[in-house]
């Protein structure tokens, strides 16, 4: 016959155990953060911001186009440890425009900034980059445990200058469906949207649709080329996968940059942007946090829009979004 008193003072003496294991787990924990921070404080110490080099090693560069989920890939990478978002430079812009559009036919000509061979001009385009990094993110860009994310997708029109002057940066090529793209850009820029500038007049979002999915296929056709031809650790992720698997996503992302990462901070990064907690007040329509809906460009634009987005970005659907 079993002894109702024993069975009970053995589970009182088990989940006592129990309590003094998380107790000493908890405390281990608390210590091995106090360690981290103090690294961290005297790795701060050591660097001051003083004039040490920018490491290209360092830098993560975001490049695709615009409305593609990259502020929000951005900042969940700007919150791990160790790292910092520069918040679209416009570098690439600058760059892109400056080669490909205004001095599209001065490549060869030696007075042209950008022109004549490239060993003449590529090394002062890695030291300006380098430089207003330096400036600028002084401990992320010099000190080896720590990273500059780029939030670029404006700026993929120079992603090719930038990946031969920094071939030993990390890329991510970010892509998302051409019509969620196209619709989110038309919201972006109705009236009273958020869009601080080109409000359209309502009612001709008709008029727009094609020069936004050419505005995709320019931007995208740019950044694929510099991800094609980069030397550096890289990765492609799309939008909807993220969205899908946040966690999974994010992990399979830093893994293949060979960034390293705790688990737990990474799991609470991605609880702290998921949409879901988001206030309800800072998104939906107008808003720069508008939808994360996967698919919702069937709400949004008319079949005929539809149609025009899929013949302009024919290629990209048959790639990344064949069903």
């Given at each position: 016959m079993r002894n109702p008193l024993g069975a009970l003072l053995r589970r009182l003496r088990h989940e006592e155990e129990l309590k003094l294991t998380r107790e000493r787990v908890a405390r281990q924990q608390r210590e091995i953060e106090s360690l981290?921070?103090?690294?961290?404080?005297?790795?701060?110490?050591?660097?001051?911001?003083?004039?040490?080099?920018?490491?290209?090693?360092n830098f993560v560069w975001i490049f695709g186009t615009g409305r593609s989920g990259s502020t929000w890939l951005g900042r969940m990478l700007r919150d791990l440890r160790g790292n910092t978002l520069w918040n679209e430079p416009l570098v690439g812009y600058m760059l892109g425009q400056l080669y490909h559009v205004r001095g599209e036919y001065l490549h060869d000509n030696p007075n042209f900034l950008l022109g004549g061979p490239k060993e003449t001009w590529l090394p002062s385009v890695r030291r300006f980059i380098l430089d207003a990094a330096a400036a600028k993110f002084p401990r992320h860009a010099a000190v080896p445990?720590?990273?500059?994310?780029v939030k670029e997708p404006h700026g993929s029109m120079g992603a090719s200058i930038i990946s031969e002057a920094l071939p030993e940066s990390r890329m991510i090529l970010l892509v998302r469906d051409p019509r969620d793209v196209v619709a989110s850009r038309l919201d972006a820029h109705r009236s009273g949207s958020w869009a601080r500038k080109g409000v359209r007049p309502d009612g001709r979002e008709d008029e727009y649709v094609e020069r936004d999915a050419r505005v995709y296929v320019r931007d995208m056709g740019h950044a694929e080329a510099a991800y094609e031809m980069h030397p550096g650790p890289k990765t492609t992720v799309r939008y909807e996968d993220l969205r899908?698997?946040?966690?999974?996503?994010?992990?399979?992302?830093?893994?293949?940059?060979?960034?390293?990462?705790?688990?737990?901070?990474?799991?609470?990064?991605?609880?702290?942007?998921?949409?879901?907690?988001?206030?309800?007040?800072e998104k939906g329509p107008g808003k720069i946090r508008r939808k994360a809906k996967p698919g919702g460009w069937r709400e949004d634009l008319t079949p005929e829009q539809a149609k025009a987005v899929e013949r302009v970005a024919a290629s990209y659907i048959e790639r990344f979004y064949p069903d």
């Open positions: 981290r921070r103090r690294m961290e404080e005297l790795e701060e110490r050591a660097v001051g911001g003083d004039g040490l080099p920018a490491r290209p090693e445990s720590r990273r500059v994310v899908a698997d946040p966690l999974g996503g994010m992990r399979a992302l830093l893994s293949a940059l060979s960034i390293p990462f705790r688990e737990e901070d990474l799991a609470a990064v991605v609880e702290r942007h998921a949409w879901e907690n988001i206030p309800e007040e």
